[in-house]
């Protein structure tokens, strides 16, 4: 199967279409002329012709050639096909929106730096069209208008979550005099994950980017996403995979110099805990504050008290809180009671 425009004339220019996609890897466009033209030869096509088509077979989408050059972080390949060989920068922002593909995404997770330089001027430009283009008719280009994925994280959030530090100075630098639109804006706070950079730099653990992010632009991590979850659950729960120093270095920073409220849901927050230095460090905090709790008493409640409550003793859980938080000694605060489905099926499982 696969779009037609992505099956060679011939033979010999299936073999010319490798070479060229291994010299946009390479990102060394030197042969990239000579190969151009070898393939009008074979094809008996001028380049003009097919350097939009999409002629370049990924692993699951067709590309064009400036296409496939943006998606590989091939900044040299990619300026020598607008430069020298007219490739055109709109139809391959409408061609990869067809895929369902978001090209700024990619840049930003991949942290292509220089690339991302190249293209986003030309991107806003492009942004500008679309949006004249969709005011001035009343029937909007399903092409130009489609979201075939929706996106957890925002541009800048996803160059926050893989740590490109570089990425996300560029947009600040960018927009120093405007505000920026929301999927560069770190302050942006995701409607459906209730989430900015902030808090989504505490999933990396990642201390640079936490520090910079406070110290340089001032993020907020006072937040809680939509999980009513604060910086401290999320970095406990990301810790738990992720072994290392990286996340004990975020929690004492979030902590002793940001000032994040570390009473919020602590008995969450220390049943997610599993490094011992993490928990030594949180029990110490809550001890400063003036509550004595320790993961191992709070686990041993937990096992111990789950079997004595019975399934009937739930039904009236919302009405009962009260008397449940007696049983099950935590704060009303405390993020059991936002999980109580989830609790209530365990209790009552066989």
């Known amino acids: 199967m696969g779009c037609k425009n992505c099956s060679p004339r011939t033979v010999g220019g299936d073999e010319i279409l490798n070479r060229i996609k291994s010299c946009i890897r390479s990102n060394e466009p ?6 151009i033209a070898l393939y009008e030869f074979c094809s008996g096509r001028k380049s003009h012709d097919f350097i939009d088509e999409r002629i370049i077979k990924g692993k699951k ?17 990619y300026k020598r096909l607008i430069n020298n060989h ?24 991949k942290g292509y730096l220089v690339m991302l330089k190249i293209f986003y001027p030309e991107h806003c430009e492009y942004e500008k069209h679309k949006k004249y283009a969709q005011d001035s008719s009343c029937v909007v280009n399903s092409l ?5 994925v929706e996106q957890f994280f925002t541009p800048i959030q996803l160059a926050v979550l893989n740590n490109h530090l570089s990425i ?13 639109p929301k999927n560069v804006d770190l302050h942006y706070v995701d409607e459906y994950t209730g989430e900015n950079c902030a808090l989504v730099s505490c999933r990396t653990g990642s201390y640079a980017m936490v520090m910079m992010l406070y110290e340089k632009y001032q993020a907020d991590f006072h937040l ?13 729960a990301e810790s738990k995979n992720n072994c290392g120093f990286s996340y ?8 002793n110099i940001i ?3 570390i009473t919020y849901m602590y008995e969450e927050t220390l049943l997610l805990f599993e490094n011992r230095l993490c928990i030594k460090f949180v029990e110490e905090k809550l001890r400063d504050k003036g509550i004595l709790a320790s993961k191992k008493e709070l686990e041993t409640l937990f096992r111990s008290k789950k079997h004595l409550i019975k399934p009937e003793d739930l039904k009236d859980f919302l009405k009962n809180i009260e008397e449940f938080s007696r049983i099950l000694p935590c704060s009303v605060e405390s993020g059991f009671q936002s999980s109580s489905i989830a609790f209530r099926d365990e209790i009552t499982s066989p």
């Open 224 to 236: 809680k996403n939509k999980r009513n979850e604060s910086a401290f659950q999320i970095i406990a």
């Open 259 to 261: 000032k994040v409220d």
């Open 61 to 77: 989408r067709c590309f064009s050639l400036l296409g496939y050059s943006l998606w590989s972080g091939s900044y040299k390949c």
């Open 248 to 255: 004990l270095e975020c929690l004492m920073y979030v902590a």
């Open 144 to 148: 130009l208008s489609i979201h075939s």
């Open 30 to 35: 030197s042969h990239l002329k000579d190969l």
């Open 168 to 180: 996300v100075g560029y947009f600040s630098d960018y927009y120093a005099e405007e505000k920026p």
């Open 86 to 109: 007219h490739a055109s920068f709109y139809l391959m922002e409408k061609s990869l929106e067809k895929e369902g593909l978001d090209p700024l995404s990619h840049i930003c997770e």
